[in-house]
């Protein structure tokens, strides 16, 4: 059971739940986070049912590596899915623990060979070339369609070994199941999109079991294939298995890699000094710009947590049953951690960012992947002879859940 709220004065989580929050601009609620890691121990947002917020960086980590305590069941999004829909699609990967998620990681990690991998990096340079190729030729204005979203989909759509005549179908689907995930919505759009969201995943899973049953009678040499024909203790993944992990990748892969090339953008942007240093050596400086633009615009803005055992953390007392919320975005921007945290510094070490997870059993797959695709395409995009920049302030999408962009308008600085 959920604790109530403490009693004191004015609720310093209130906040966090009040509708709207999520539209203000990053730093009002950057400013709001920092008055919260400022209070000694874990606050209570009233928000629905409620939830405890862990605001600073040890938090987050610690809380990250007791999944035996804070247990991603029976979901890591708000709200929490619904029986109905986990039992007609299957339980993704973050919302698993203990044995099923070892199991089913163990699976997907075995999948993930050398040559694979070896495979997907060299596809992400040449992609990476294409999409740049395309852009110089038709000088489009709108970055994230022209540029952020193609690279993440297109890799993984290849490394998958997804047919060409399925990919504009499963980028629109993608965009439908994700667009409203964290939005305040009037009570007839909760009602009324939420089906066309589900309707989405369904037909994105229905697809690729399609393939995945086509691959198991003729494999080939993709993800899919490695999957469903694993034999890791004598299991495969399965089609509704496939499906979730599946879905995974496309909405968590696509769209957090996707928004953090785009915040990217705007960062290098806006910060001419070290877009300078960065152009002066990239090889030098790239791994820790791409580290700095994700800790900088972390992606996934929180995960949620469901208390399974007693923990006393920072002086609080958690029980069974209570909602905590994992704050990446305010965890990356802790004072005791990143000394001037709202700096954009790509020099910046250690970066001991938790763009992709806090550590533990849950860490990010497909951290090292996401890293090599915004390397390959900031490479490509920055040293070619034409200069690119952002134009205004990206529109963002005001999620609680990621830090989701849906447009940017860009410009060429020589024609």
């Not at 069974?320 to 990143?338: H, M």
């Amino acid at each position: 059971m959920t604790l109530p709220a403490p009693r004191q004065g004015k609720d310093p989580g209130r906040e966090l739940a009040e509708p709207g929050f999520w539209l203000q601009p990053p730093a009002h609620r950057l400013a709001a986070f920092a008055r919260l890691r400022a209070i000694d121990s874990p606050v209570f947002v009233p928000e629905g049912a409620g939830h405890w917020a862990l605001v600073r960086h040890a938090q987050v980590q610690e809380a990250s590596r007791l999944p035996k305590v804070f247990a991603s069941a029976p979901g890591v999004t708000t709200p929490e899915p619904p029986r109905w829909v986990r039992a007609l699609f299957g339980d993704s990967m973050v919302n698993l623990d203990g044995p099923d998620h070892a199991q089913l990681r163990k699976i997907v990690q075995r999948a993930f060979t050398p040559r694979l991998l070896a495979a997907a990096e060299e596809d992400i340079h040449t992609v990476a070339a294409r999409i740049v190729d395309d852009v110089l030729a038709d000088r489009p204005d709108e970055f994230v369609s022209a540029v952020a979203s193609r690279l993440p989909l297109e890799v993984i759509c290849n490394m998958m070994g997804i047919p060409e005549r399925y990919r504009a179908e499963i980028a629109d689907r993608v965009n439908h199941a994700s667009e409203n995930i964290g939005v305040e919505r009037g009570l007839a759009a909760r009602l009324r999109v939420p089906g066309r969201g589900l309707r989405a995943l369904a037909r994105m899973q229905r697809m690729v079991a399609g393939i995945g049953r086509e691959r198991r009678k003729n494999p080939t040499d993709d993800l899919i294939s490695a999957l469903v024909c694993a034999n890791v203790d004598g299991q495969a993944l399965g089609a509704r298995q496939l499906g979730a992990f599946f879905s995974l990748l496309m909405v968590a892969g696509v769209e957090t890699t996707r928004n953090a090339i785009t915040h990217g953008l705007t960062l290098l942007t806006d910060n001419p000094d070290q877009c300078d240093l960065l152009l002066s050596d990239f090889e030098k400086y790239a791994d820790g710009a791409v580290d700095e633009m994700i800790r900088h615009s972390t992606p996934i803005i929180q995960f949620r947590r469901t208390v399974a055992a007693e923990h006393t953390l920072d002086g609080h007392l958690f029980r069974p049953g209570d909602k905590v919320v994992l704050y990446y975005a305010s965890a990356n921007r802790d004072e005791a951690v990143f000394p001037d945290p709202d700096a954009f510094d790509i020099t910046r070490s250690p970066n001991p960012h938790l763009g992709f997870g806090g550590g533990g059993p849950h860490f990010c797959l497909g951290a090292h992947l996401a890293r090599v695709e915004m390397k390959a395409l900031f490479r490509e995009l920055l040293t070619r002879p034409v200069g690119l920049r952002a134009v205004g302030l990206p529109d963002l999408a005001g999620s609680n859940f990621d830090n989701r962009v849906r447009s940017l308008k860009f410009a060429f600085e020589r024609p």
